[in-house]
Nanobody, 121 residues
């Protein structure tokens, strides 16, 4: 079974770039038809899909975050990374990495445990 683990950036200051890495084990991020997503949940709010990268390296952006996000991968390390630019306190949330099959907005299967990111000066 695929397992995912987010890195822990901890406290990030406003205007900085948040960088998160998801390390995948038990399966390859290049396996056909799998999509690897970032999802976050601000305190007291619902889940927000942020973007994804496919098994072939195609990226998908959230329209609301498109100008601020960048998703990439390192196939040699079996990792994919989210960068979120110009963070504000509104970006404080628990960030999750997850995967889906046959579509970047399909049913999400395995999830990482989540990592708390706090944006504060």
């Amino acid at each position: 079974q695929v397992q995912l683990q987010e890195s822990d950036p901890g406290l990030v200051k406003p205007s900085q770039t948040l960088s998160l890495t998801c390390t995948v084990s038990g399966g390859s991020i290049t396996t056909n038809y799998y999509y690897w997503s970032w999802i976050r949940q601000p305190p007291g709010k619902g889940l927000e899909w942020m973007g994804a990268i496919s098994y072939s390296g195609t990226t998908y952006d959230s329209p609301s975050l498109k100008s601020r996000t960048s998703i990439s991968r390192d196939t040699s390390k079996n990792q994919f990374t989210l960068q979120l630019n110009s963070v504000t306190p509104e970006d404080t949330a628990v960030y999750y990495c997850t995967c889906s099959y046959l579509g970047h907005l399909g049913s999400f299967g395995s999830w990482g445990q989540g990592t708390q990111v706090t944006v504060s000066s």
